[in-house]
Nanobody, 123 residues
Framework: QVQLVESGGGLVQAGGSLRLSCSAS????????MGWFRQGPGKEREFVGT????????SYADSVKGRFTISRDNAKNTVYLQMSSLKPEDTAVYFC????????????????WGQGTQVTVSS
């Protein structure tokens, strides 16, 4: 399985922006559909967004649509999550995940996970 490492989390005021990065360990990164998920305090882990292998197809949760953007750079084995207009309810640990399967918003479809990065949005 591919090893994933997230970075870029931190503390930001409401209305601010952050960009998360997720770096993969192997050169076949372009063979993976990538996803971002998050888990807020006392909540279940939930889907944020996903991106196809070539970066053309993207899908987002309704709660982040229009505010978050996923992108990837296959030459750098990295996927990004640009977050704007952040709200206190976006506070969570953010995880990237990888699957060799079809593009999906289901946690169970992703077999490789990073350790997560904390994002805290203050009001």
């Amino acid at each position: 399985q591919v090893q994933l490492v997230e970075s870029g989390g931190g503390l930001v005021q409401a209305g601010g922006s952050l960009r998360l990065s997720c770096s993969a360990s192997e050169g076949s990164f372009s063979n993976y559909v990538m996803g971002w998920f998050r888990q807020g305090p006392g909540k279940e882990r939930e889907f944020v967004g996903t991106i196809s292998r070539n970066g053309i197809i993207k899908s987002y949760a309704d709660s982040v649509k229009g505010r978050f953007t996923i992108s990837r750079d296959n030459a750098k084995n990295t996927v990004y999550l640009q977050m704007s207009s952040l709200k206190p309810e976006d506070t969570a640990v953010y995880f990237c995940a990888a699957t060799r399967g079809l593009i999906s918003d289901r946690l169970a479809d992703f077999g490789s996970w990073g350790q997560g990065t904390q994002v805290t949005v203050s009001s």
